[in-house]
């Protein structure tokens, strides 16, 4: 219903949520609870939580867990404030996060409080006002309380838009009634005054020429019974005028009061609302009401500003948030057709720039205009509603109207637009032009900065001379970028002109406004072409071309500065332009180009070019490197001198290996003592450092000595190989051409650093030493030492006699080489007594083993003794020494051989054991037991049959690493072994330990029956009693026997033996699977529990296990059996032994298995028993099992009496096996109305169900019994669920669906027509209601969407609309759900079904895609012609007239749009015009087509004119010619008159054209045609065209002298005159006071001389017609011209120039 009114009344009325639909209890819905004190946020406070609502966003609310007296959401900000108690605190809100930003503690408690701005929250205590900003601190007293408002509860708190007034709102309640009492406060005044209100708001208005608005402030009260009253007044300004407003209260209700005002400043309306849903509204400045009506029927409690509509919202106590505001389309039609107040209408339209009063503010303009009221009707223009008046046409107007006294109408026209905003385009440039007319460029100035000018080319033109910054501006906002461009570069901004045409995309002349730069200035240039050809994204322009530009005037510095900054970066694509900055330098300034080649910036160039220049320059090394071939670089390396060898490296580095070997053969083919040097140097440079992957094309060292040796310089070969061969010293061939050169140079500390230091062929450069022979042998000794010469080395020195190189080489050199040496002085028989002296020189550095091994190869170790003894004697602990020492004594059987073995600790036993081991086996073995080698211990003992020893020495080890080695199946000496350990060795020994260790080997070894004859002989057969007796031996007897031994030896073993450990053994028997013989021990053992477990688990015999268990009767057994038989499946048996026991702990296996087997007997017997441990599932399942014997009594009587029973567990397991008897009892028993419903739907007992679902309360039962309900046809019942579930949207499809499978549409359009008017009815409903309408009942579907479209989801009902092809419903659906485009293209697809004009036109008005305008007007050409017109009236302020020409013009159809077109033209259009004067010419109206023309010009003039040229009609004919003359195509003019015989068009047209040869022509054609009579109209009409001369010479050969005698005697007079003022301007002066003799007055310079001129004395006035008073003689103009031109008046003076007015400038006081 509300949205019935809101669309016929002119508001617009809408639903913001409903508290009590997203769940907020009614208790919590009241002015004491909820509040409102913005239109973003609303919050709900209960008990223990404040809920924030979102306007915009409802279903997702903010809840906070907080405990507060109440809070206040920010008006814009997630920022909420918090009161408790004297506490105030603001959080600022972050999903659920809550930052605290602000507090305070209040010293007295706060009634009301409310944020009046982004920062300031307002506290309301009984005594003052505060104002506290969170941001500054403590809260700051604004004013105090008065009397007026003691016992008055404060319900709202108002302020202005800069707190300047602010107003404190009580009401109370004195006699039963509700009246209220304010207090407006003045900031300035800093006083209070009381004031009778119960609602009031502040507003704003401006005021023409105050540059702060004023505050408006309104308030309303009741305080009778009688009507209210509202007052509207301008707050602050003294005398003010205030609008008195009755209240209009219904006698209904007496109670009734103003709840809540707002002021719309942008309609210039007050809202206001009462407390019991009534809706106000005022107009501002009239008081006018212009609506009352009921809004709510439940009454509001709440109220405040709706700023984003510009409206009023409300709350009211049912919990709907409602919002309302103005309709824009609909209150002025309302307001002149429902109020008739047609002054109202235009007052507010102006006022709020509301559409509708379009013809009225036309009608009010022209009658104002004709009633000669200029300044109000300039004022009418300017508030026009939507820029209605704002056009051509009333400027020009107003720019027509005759002066007045004062401010001229067009001044206050501007002067009112600029205070409403910003001028269009032809405004800015009228208001320009006359503002400039009085020099005040100031005034343009402001208007620019305050951007109330269009800003267009033609305005900054205007501004250009008389101020450039100001055109600047201008040209810029006009994108007039060639205009912006020409302005900065005329004021250098040259940085500013680039940035500025990158920024726009612009791209202007660069090359023309550089040269212009470098003409003015050539170093500001420079920074100029800098810019452009350096600008971000590429240069602006070809720098070619930027450096021609700079070359034409020589500037050389500029232009190489200019490249060395843009040639950044050695680009390939630059190679141009880096080849002509080198060629400029190298032709105008050599050191400049040097200084560039030094840099080494570029090498894209082109050489060849650049390489001559250089030659030129006289720069040679510069030619060189840029050679074009080797063969040019040759002649110039043979012309050079001098060249440095950092300039040679640095050009051959760039150069092949041949190249380079070329170049420097030239080098020392010409000057090879100069160029050595540098040939060395670049070869160092260029020979690189040998690698894995070496460059085929770099020089080798090998190309180098090749080169070298080809000009015989060994001094070169050494100089570069000196600095190369570190690099290359794992090059043998180098190293030996180095040593090879270095000694033919003599430069023997190098060969001897080489021979020591590289690496080379040992051989060759040992030969090539020997046969220099060297002044020093040193690099020989170095050599020979360094590669193991040592004896050829020792051979040849003793051979030519150099013993003292020997002896200085092992004393200095390298004396560990002496063994060597004493070998080979040994083969060279040298003398003993030499060899032990050098050796004795050498002491004990000589390495006593290699000296050993020597003298022992050559069968001369006793040569050694001496000095060995020595070594000894000095305490030498270096095994070498002992060993050989040891050797001696054994091979001299010396007596104190043995003692030496034994007791020495410095040899090294192994290799004298294995020196001695083949002759000497016993001293081996004391040598390897001395070292502790036990595996050479047993391999000696074992090679020479020594088993004995060997198992003695394993017996005593205890080492089992060497039993693992001797035990080992691969030792073939293994049986003998065993033989001597049990045979020999054990017996003897005593210590159990020993015995231990060896069982433990035999063990380890895997060998039972030797382990066991072991055993058997120290436990069984031993009468020791620490062996036989010994339980670590039986048990490992025992197990040793069970692993390897037969059952019966092992059965044997254990009834002899009786000192083993029961359980061990037991446990070794079980496995390996000799279960009797573990039962046997356990049962000797006396473990019945155990003994059961092998019958039980291993041997699986339950009936021999069972006799056991009642044998030995224990509960234990019994439990183990059970079990046992529990696993088999035994469930019965098991049961029994259970309860034989007594033991219920393996009720959870009896349970599954006793139900698995369907057992439930047996299962309430051992369950009966369990009961005594009190478990949960023992007695849930005692209950299941009751159920499943359908023992249903004494299941009731279990579940009534104590238990711990899961009775709902119970319910659910039976109602899964349909025991729905047993169900019901356990679901009634637990209250689970849920399950209980469900049950009851398996009984059948539907009414029961649907009880049971009530009490459950629950969504999913609902829907449960709903759906067992219509399948069952209980079609009440299912209503009834049905009602529970669709308020809730989210099951709404579910339940639609189930309808309609089951094919019950009716009956659930039934269900959802009775539920639209529930609390909670929501979205979902409507739209599922609209669907089934369309799909089932379509008559009904119109009504629904018109009544509840706003609820409804429009798309989703539009889809199935559309499927059913339901148009007419489509469209309304479009419509509502402002889809204005699909709205009118259903129309126009479906129009047969759909369409509706004042509809159409409707929706048309509201269209945002001016697309659908056009299609719009081709649809009502081709369906609705007769109406098109009106139609375009509706959007013709909105369409492209443009496009809708175009449109109209493809489908042939202008005609029918004339109307139209002619409304339009005055926006002067080339197309309209165009079209408009293709109908005039159909039509053949040629006076509207002349009138057309005329009027207006914007037309492509000659195309029209040539088309009328071609017309049978003469009057358009004589169009197409003035066309012509018009755009000064004056001959084709004059040729359609004279084609036409239209001799005036023609003389006219020539007299226009200023032309002499047009007007010769035209005399000439009046001759042609012997028409004297027009050739003498011609010659007055052109008469300063045609020379007399010429006219008399015509005249004559034609006999018309009378004709022209006329012009003759004008001709005369005015040469007469010429000659009077030349007589006269030669006289003498005479002075001022006096009158010349001869001198008579002026009569003018056309006036008749006394007594008149004589009728053929005239003179021709302006434009050539004759003067005022000539008449002409009769016949003297041609049929058809027998009178002046139209409109010419002989007595009227000549025009004037209208120069403009003095400007005033308080004419611009309002600007």
């Given amino acids: 219903a509300a949205n019935t009114m809101a669309e016929n009344l002119p508001i617009r009325f809408q639903q913001l949520l409903d508290l009590s639909g997203l769940g907020v209890a009614a208790a919590d819905i009241g002015f004491a609870n909820t509040t409102l004190t913005s239109e973003k946020y609303i919050t709900v406070r209960s008990a223990d939580k404040v809920t924030i609502y979102e306007t915009a966003s409802p279903n997702s609310p903010s809840v906070r867990a907080i405990q507060a007296d109440n809070t206040i959401m920010h008006a814009t900000h997630s920022i909420l404030a918090l009161r408790a108690g004297l506490n105030l605190q603001v959080f600022k809100l972050n999903g659920q996060e809550a930052q605290r930003f602000a507090a305070h503690t209040m010293t007295a408690p706060v009634e009301f409080w409310k944020w009046v701005s982004p920062n300031t929250i307002a506290l309301v205590t009984a005594d003052a006002v505060f104002h506290w900003n969170v941001e500054a601190g403590a809260p700051q007293k604004l004013f105090a309380r008065q009397a007026s408002l003691a016992g008055h509860q404060i319900i709202n708190y108002a302020v202005n838009h800069d707190l300047t007034w602010t107003c404190l709102v009580g009401i109370a309640k004195p006699a039963g009634r509700i009246v209220g009492h304010s207090l407006l406060y003045s900031a300035a005044a800093n006083v209070c005054q009381p004031i009778d209100a119960c609602a009031v708001a502040f507003g704003v208005k401006k005021v023409p020429g105050q540059a702060k608005p004023s505050t408006l402030f309104a308030f309303s009260a009741r305080q009778t019974a009688a009507a209210g009253t509202m007052m509207i007044l301008e707050v602050g300004v003294p005398n003010a005028p205030k609008v008195n407003v009755p209240l209009y209260f219904p006698d209904s209700n007496p109670n009734d009061f103003p709840l809540a005002v707002s002021i719309s400043d942008k309609y210039s309306v007050v809202y206001l609302v009462t407390k019991e849903g009534y809706f106000h509204l005022y107009d501002v400045e009239s008081g006018k009401r212009i609506l009352l009506n009921q809004v709510s029927t439940e009454p509001f409690f709440a109220g405040v500003a709706h700023d984003s509509t510009s409206g009023i919202m409300a709350i009211n106590a049912s919990g709907k948030v409602v919002a309302l505001t103005v309709n824009e389309e609909k209150i002025i039609p309302y307001i002149t057709s429902s109020l008739n107040d047609v002054a109202l209408a235009i007052s507010l339209a102006g006022r709020g720039n509301l559409p509708g009063a379009e013809g009225l503010y036309s009608q009010q303009f022209e009658q104002l205009i004709q009633a000669g009221q200029y300044q109000v009707a300039a004022q009418v223009a300017a508030n026009s509603p939507q820029g209605l008046l704002r056009t051509t046409n009333t400027i020009r107007v107003l720019k027509s109207l005759p002066p007045t006294p004062g401010t001229s109408p067009l001044l206050t026209y501007f002067s009112l637009l600029l205070d409403k905003g910003k001028l269009n385009e032809l405004e800015s440039i009228e208001l320009t032009q006359f503002v400039l007319g009085q020099n005040r460029v100031d005034f343009i100035e402001g208007w620019v900065k305050d951007d109330k000018l269009f800003a267009s080319e033609q305005l900054g033109d205007l501004l250009r001379a008389p101020s450039a910054k100001l055109a600047l501006v201008i040209y810029d906002k006009a994108k007039a970028h060639h205009k912006v461009v020409a302005i900065l570069a005329e004021s250098g901004q040259y940085d500013a002109m680039v940035a500025y045409a990158k920024r726009e995309g612009y791209t202007p002349n660069w090359l023309q406004l550089l040269q212009a730069i470098i003409a003015r200035n050539p170093p500001a240039a420079g920074k100029f072409a800098k810019m452009l050809l350096s600008a971000d994204g590429g240069a602006l322009m070809d720098a070619s071309q930027a450096v021609d530009a700079f070359m034409a005037r020589g500037n050389i510095k500029e232009v190489t500065s200019l490249l060395l900054d843009v040639l950044d970066g050695n680009k390939p694509e630059d190679a141009a332009l880096q080849t002509r900055l080198l060629e400029i330098n190298l032709k105008h300034a050599p050191k400049v180009a040097e200084e560039i080649f030094r840099t080494n910036l570029f090498s894209h160039y082109d050489r060849a070019k650049i390489s001559a220049l250089a030659e030129q320059a006289k720069l040679l090394h510069r030619a060189i490197e840029n050679a074009p071939s080797m063969a040019e670089v040759r002649r110039l390396l043979s012309l050079a001198q001098g060249l440095s060898p950092d300039f040679l490296i640095s050009f051959f580095g760039s150069k092949s290996n041949v190249e380079t070997i070329e170049g420097l053969r030239e080098l020392l083919k010409t000057n090879p003592h100069a160029n050595l040097e540098a040939v060395v140097a670049v070869g160092v440079r260029y020979t690189p450092a040998p690698s894995a992957n070496p460059d085929p094309d770099a020089l080798k060292p090998t190309d180098l000595i090749n080169l070298f040796e080809e000009h015989g310089s060994i001094q070169g070969t050494y100089l570069y190989l000196k600095q190369i061969v570190p690099l290359h010293k794992g090059d043998k061939e180098v190293v030996f051409k180095y040593i090879e050169a270095a000694a033919k140079v003599g430069a023997v500390p190098d060969v001897e650093a080489a021979c020591k230091d590289l690496e080379y062929e040992p051989v060759a450069v040992r030969e090539l030493l020997k046969e220099i022979k060297l002044s020093s042998q040193l690099p020989l000794v170095i050599v020979c030492d360094k590669h193991d010469f040592v004896e050829d080395l020792t051979h040849y020195l003793f051979r030519n006699n150099m013993f003292d190189y020997i002896v200085n080489y092992v004393q200095t050199i390298n004396p560990s080489s002496t063994p060597q040496v004493v070998g080979a002085l040994l083969d060279e028989n040298c003398d003993e007594n030499r060899i032990k002296s050098l050796i004795d020189t050498v002491g004990h550095l000589c390495p006593v083993e290699q000296l050993v091994e020597e003298a022992e190869k050559r069968d001369r170790l006793k040569l050694l003794r001496p000095w060995l003894e020595a070594r000894f004697n000095e305490g030498n602990r270096e095994a070498s020494t002992h060993d050989a020492l040891a050797k001696i004594l054994i091979i001299t059987n010396d007596e104190r051989k043995e003692q030496f073995l034994t007791s020495n600790q410095f040899y090294d036993s192994l290799k004298v054991g294995a020196f001695c081991e083949n002759n000497y086996p016993d001293l081996a073995l004391l040598a390897y037991q001395r070292g502790n080698n036990y595996e050479q211990v047993i391999a000696v003992t074992s090679k020479h049959a020594m088993f004995k020893q060997q198992a003695?020495?394993?017996?005593?080890?205890?080492?089992?690493?060497?039993?693992?080695?001797?035990?080992?199946?691969?030792?073939?000496?293994?049986?003998?072994?065993?033989?001597?350990?049990?045979?020999?060795?054990?017996?003897?020994?005593?210590?159990?330990?020993?015995?231990?260790?060896?069982?433990?080997?035999?063990?380890?070894?895997?060998?039972?029956?030797?382990?066991?004859?072991?055993?058997?002989?120290?436990?069984?057969?031993?009468?020791?009693?620490?062996?036989?007796?010994?339980?670590?031996?039986?048990?490992?007897?025992?197990?040793?026997?069970?692993?390897s031994s037969s059952a019966e030896k092992v059965m044997e073993y254990v009834n002899r033996l009786t000192k083993y450990t029961p359980t061990t053994t037991a446990e070794a028997a079980i496995a390996k699977e000799l279960y009797e013989v573990a039962f046997v021990v356990y049962q000797k053992a006396a473990l019945p529990l155990e003994a059961v477990s092998v019958l039980v688990d291993k041997m699986g015999e339950l009936e021999r296990a069972q006799d056991f268990a009642d044998r030995v009767d224990e509960a234990m057994v019994f439990t183990k059996l059970a079990n046992a038989q529990l696993a088999q499946g035994l469930v019965k048996a098991a049961i029994q032994n259970f309860l034989a026991a007594g033991d219920p702990n393996s009720y959870f296996t009896v349970i599954e298995v006793a139900k698995e087997q369907q057992h439930y007997t047996e299962l309430v017997a051992f369950l009966k028993m369990a009961r005594k441990i009190k478990k949960e599932k023992i007695e849930t399942e005692l209950a299941y099992a009751l159920a499943q014997t359908n023992s249903l009594a004494a299941l009731e009587e279990f579940i009534v009496s104590p238990n711990l029973a899961k009775i709902s567990t119970v319910g659910e397991a039976c109602f899964a096996q349909g025991l729905y008897e047993a169900a019901q009892l356990c679901f009634t028993q637990t209250l689970s109305y849920a399950r209980l419903a469900s049950t009851l739907i398996k009984l059948s007992a539907y009414s029961g169900a649907v009880d049971a679902a009530r009490k459950a309360n629950n969504i999913n039962t609902w829907k449960e019994v709903n759906r067992a309900c219509v399948d069952a046809n209980e079609t009440r019942l299912a209503q009834v669920c049905g009602m529970q579930i669709i308020t809730h949207g989210d099951e709404l499809d579910e339940i639609v669906q189930h309808y309609e499978r089951r094919m019950k549409a009716d009956e659930l359009m039934a269900l959802l027509e009775s539920a639209l008017g529930l609390e909670r009815a929501h979205r979902g409903m409507f739209t599922s209601l609209a669907t089934l309408y369309s799909n089932y009942k379509p008559e009904k579907l119109m009504e629904h969407i018109n009544l509840f479209h706003a609820r409804m989801n429009i798309h989703k009902v539009a889809m199935v609309v559309e499927k059913n092809l339901q148009w007419k419903e489509l469209s309304t659906l479009y419509k509502y759900d402002n889809e204005n485009d699909k709205a009118l293209r259903i129309?126009?697809?479906?129009?047969?079904?759909?369409?509706?004009?004042?509809?159409?036109?409707?929706?048309?008005?509201?269209?945002?895609?001016?697309?659908?305008?056009?299609?719009?007007?081709?649809?009502?050409?081709?369906?609705?012609?007769?109406?098109?017109?009106?139609?375009?009236?509706?959007?013709?302020?909105?369409?492209?007239?443009?496009?809708?020409?175009?449109?109209?013009?493809?489908?042939?159809?202008?005609?029918?749009?004339?109307?139209?077109?002619?409304?339009?033209?005055?926006?002067?259009?080339?197309?309209?015009?165009?079209?408009?004067?293709?109908?005039?010419?159909?039509?053949?109206?040629?006076?509207?087509?002349?009138?057309?023309?005329?009027?207006?010009?914007?037309?492509?003039?000659?195309?029209?004119?040539?088309?009328?040229?071609?017309?049978?009609?003469?009057?358009?004919?004589?169009?197409?010619?003035?066309?012509?003359?018009?755009?000064?195509?004056?001959?084709?003019?004059?040729?359609?008159?004279?084609?036409?015989?239209?001799?005036?068009?023609?003389?006219?047209?020539?007299?226009?054209?200023?032309?002499?040869?047009?007007?010769?022509?035209?005399?000439?054609?009046?001759?042609?045609?012997?028409?004297?009579?027009?050739?003498?109209?011609?010659?007055?009409?052109?008469?300063?065209?045609?020379?007399?001369?010429?006219?008399?010479?015509?005249?004559?050969m034609n006999k018309w002298s009378d004709f022209i005698m006329p012009y003759l005697i004008q001709v005369m007079r005015e040469y007469t005159q010429k000659v009077d003022t030349l007589v006269a301007a030669a006289a003498p002066k005479e002075p001022k006071n006096g009158t010349p003799a001869g001198f008579a007055p002026s009569h003018g310079a056309h006036s008749p001389p006394p007594g008149g001129f004589p009728p053929a004395a005239y003179s021709p006035g302006p434009g050539g017609f004759p003067p005022p008073g000539f008449s002409p003689p009769p016949g003297a103009f041609p049929p058809g011209y027998a009178s002046p031109p139209p409109g010419y008046n002989p007595s009227s003076p000549p025009p004037t120039s209208v120069s403009p007015s003095g400007f005033d400038p308080n004419d611009f006081s309002g600007f």
């Fill in 952 to 1043: 003695k020495f394993l017996v005593e080890l205890q080492d089992g690493a060497m039993w693992a080695l001797v035990l080992t199946e691969t030792n073939e000496h293994r049986r003998q072994l065993i033989d001597q350990v049990v045979q020999t060795v054990l017996p003897d020994v005593q210590d159990p330990t020993v015995v231990s260790h060896t069982v433990q080997a035999f063990m380890t070894a895997e060998l039972p029956n030797e382990l066991i004859e072991l055993l058997d002989r120290l436990v069984v057969n031993n009468s020791n009693p620490v062996f036989s007796e010994n339980k670590s031996l039986q048990d490992l007897l025992l197990r040793t026997a069970i692993q």
């Fill in 1387 to 1596: 129309m126009m697809a479906h129009s047969s079904d759909s369409f509706d004009d004042m509809q159409f036109k409707e929706i048309l008005a509201r269209v945002k895609n001016h697309d659908v305008y056009y299609d719009a007007v081709l649809f009502y050409i081709n369906e609705h012609a007769d109406i098109v017109t009106d139609m375009l009236a509706v959007i013709q302020a909105k369409v492209d007239h443009v496009k809708v020409v175009d449109r109209v013009r493809k489908v042939g159809q202008l005609p029918l749009i004339k109307k139209y077109l002619i409304a339009v033209q005055d926006k002067n259009l080339v197309q309209v015009n165009a079209a408009v004067n293709e109908l005039y010419i159909e039509e053949q109206d040629y006076e509207a087509l002349k009138t057309s023309i005329d009027t207006y010009d914007n037309v492509d003039a000659i195309a029209l004119a040539q088309k009328l040229e071609k017309s049978e009609l003469l009057e358009f004919r004589r169009i197409a010619a003035h066309l012509y003359k018009q755009n000064k195509r004056y001959k084709q003019s004059i040729d359609l008159s004279k084609e036409d015989k239209l001799y005036k068009d023609a003389m006219e047209t020539v007299a226009v054209s200023q032309d002499r040869e047009l007007a010769q022509q035209l005399l000439d054609f009046f001759v042609e045609i012997q028409s004297p009579h027009s050739f003498t109209a011609a010659l007055f009409v052109c008469y300063d065209l045609v020379t007399p001369d010429k006219v008399m010479e015509m005249a004559w």
